[in-house]
């Protein structure tokens, strides 16, 4: 499967932006979905998951209650939704798909998009 990832941008402090991410080439409904964040000289973490089906959802405790994930498996695209951005939120973003169900860790994800940058400040 190949993604592409998509609507990153500068962001004031409390704002929002929708992070989108397409996929081709794979049956993208029996892929569970992540988005990952890597901010300079950090490891790169996970940010949040949805399963296969679209039932499930996990987030990491630095996002709960601010981004939301989803996605359409009709159009083959998953959405990151963050609201109330802060300035460590600062990171390049990336999609990533894994054959298993749902997955948290970089390790379970095998295809990755090439990333989009999200920059938080005034």
């Known amino acids: 499967v190949q993604l592409q990832a998509f609507g990153g941008g500068l962001v004031q402090p409390g704002g929002s932006l929708r992070l989108s991410c397409a996929a081709s080439r794979g049956t993208f409904s029996s892929y569970g979905m992540g988005w990952f964040r890597q901010a300079p000289g950090k490891e790169r973490e996970f940010v949040a998951g949805?399963?296969?089906?679209?039932?499930?959802?996990y987030y990491a405790d630095s996002v709960k209650g601010r981004f939301t994930i989803s996605r359409d498996n009709a159009k083959n695209t998953v959405v990151l939704q963050m609201n109330s951005l802060k300035p460590e939120d600062t990171a390049v973003y990336y999609c990533?798909?894994?054959?298993?169900?749902?997955?948290?860790?970089?390790?379970?994800?095998?295809?990755w998009g090439q990333g989009t940058q999200v920059t938080v400040s005034s």
């Open positions: 949805i399963s296969s089906s679209g039932g499930y959802r």
């Open positions: 990533a798909a894994t054959p298993r169900a749902l997955a948290t860790t970089r390790g379970q994800y095998e295809y």
